[in-house]
């Protein structure tokens, strides 16, 4: 168990629906990244957050947003779902911004759009 | 561009001595690491490599040649708990992980 907890673990939704995904980082950890992952294809990193503010920005689609609140838990989320949406989602939590700080990963949230 | 290479595939039996190679073309380093993921699991973090060498932990060692922009994940004894996806990783100059698109370890018995 690293810490990291992510709800809801399943989520099946229609095409043109908007979803939440949540994320609770490990105690004191105060970076939180969002991965997409779609089947038996790599990590695509989405964003980070660290301590409330945008840090960085990956390949995150327009539809999707995400925030991270005072209390460091964060979501994400995609509106005007595609089939293409369909994936694993990840997030993960470190310290902070040091280039030696590890991500633990939370169990992750599959995204089903039918 | 960004870009780390990996083999999307390697196969090893049981016993064995498996080496995954990582190549990076990166904008800055910071340092090069690497996760393991069982099928449906999360990515687990495995070991770091900042500087030059090799770092070993337990049956895993990491390698690292930052002239080559190279690295290495050892994977010793193979055991049939080790198949899963193996992905290196590079911090670069932005502090962001950029992710290589996995290995996938196959062990026979």
């Known amino acids: 168990d690293s810490g990291v907890t992510q709800t809801p673990k399943h989520l099946i939704t229609a095409t043109g629906q908007r979803v939440t995904l949540r994320c609770s980082p490990r105690?004191?950890?105060?970076?939180v990244y969002w991965y997409q992952q779609s089947l038996d294809q790599g990590l695509q990193f989405l964003i980070q957050?660290?301590?409330?503010?945008?840090?960085a920005k990956g390949n995150i689609l327009e539809r999707f947003s995400a925030q991270q609140f005072p209390d460091l838990h964060s979501e994400l989320n995609l509106s005007s779902l595609e089939l293409g949406d369909s994936a694993l989602y990840f997030c993960?939590?470190?310290?902070?911004?040091?280039?030696?700080?590890?991500?633990?990963f939370g169990p992750g949230t599959r995204l089903t759009v039918l | 561009g960004q870009s780390l290479e990996q083999p999307s595939e390697v196969t090893a039996v049981e016993g064995a001595i498996v080496q995954i190679n990582c190549t990076y073309q990166?904008?800055?380093?910071?340092?090069l690491s690497w996760y393991q993921q069982h099928d449906g699991g999360a990515p687990t973090f495995l070991s770091y490599?900042?500087l030059d060498g090799l770092e070993e932990t337990g049956r895993f060692s990491s390698f690292l040649s930052r002239s080559d922009s190279y690295g290495y994940l050892l994977l010793q004894e193979l055991q049939m708990k080790d198949s899963a996806s193996y992905f290196c990783?590079?911090?670069?100059?932005?502090?962001?992980?950029?992710w290589g698109a996995g290995t996938k370890l196959i062990i026979k018995p």
């Open positions: 990166t904008s800055g380093f910071y340092g």
């Open positions: 993960a939590s470190s310290e902070g911004l040091a280039d030696t700080d590890t991500q633990y």
């Open positions: 105690s004191g950890d105060l970076s």
């Open positions: 957050y660290y301590n409330g503010e945008e840090r």
């Open positions: 990783a590079v911090r670069d100059s932005n502090y962001q992980l950029i």
């Open positions: 490599n900042a």
